[in-house]
């Protein structure tokens, strides 16, 4: 079966850090886009970043420039997203995502079930 697992999702205190990690299973990322999405209650998904095997990695959204980075483990097989100095607006839950043939502005393909990170004041 062809799913996405993302873990790393926590509580923690305005200024912390995460990292959140994408598993594919079933697939392997290579020549894959794989991008991070969040979505926070009441409010629409919002793209956060993509790392893809022609174009690297994009970021979206002036509020994560910066403090947000995304990579991969192709040893592991693996999508990271460190997430630093996190506000309680970062507050949602995270979804990774893999786009066969690398195009981060194409449709994606799988979607896991995503994490929820939480940042209290």
């Known amino acids: 079966e062809v799913q996405l697992v993302e873990s790393g999702g926590a509580l923690v205190q305005t200024g912390g850090s995460l990292r959140l990690s994408c598993a594919p299973s079933?697939?392997?990322?290579?020549?894959?886009?794989v991008g991070w999405f969040r979505q926070a209650p009441g409010k629409e998904r919002e793209d956060v970043a993509c790392?893809?095997?022609?174009?690297?990695?994009?970021y979206y959204g002036d509020s994560m420039k910066g403090r947000f980075t995304i990579s991969t483990d192709n040893a592991e097989n693996m999508v990271y997203l460190q997430m630093n100095s996190l506000k309680p607006e970062d507050t949602a839950t995270y979804y990774c995502?893999?786009?066969?043939?690398?195009?981060?502005?194409?449709?994606?393909?799988?979607w896991g079930q995503g994490t929820q990170v939480t940042v209290s004041p």
């Open positions: 790392i893809s095997p022609i174009h690297g990695p994009t």
């Open positions: 079933g697939f392997t990322f290579e020549h894959y886009g």
């Open positions: 995502a893999a786009v066969r043939g690398g195009d981060c502005d194409e449709e994606y393909d799988y």
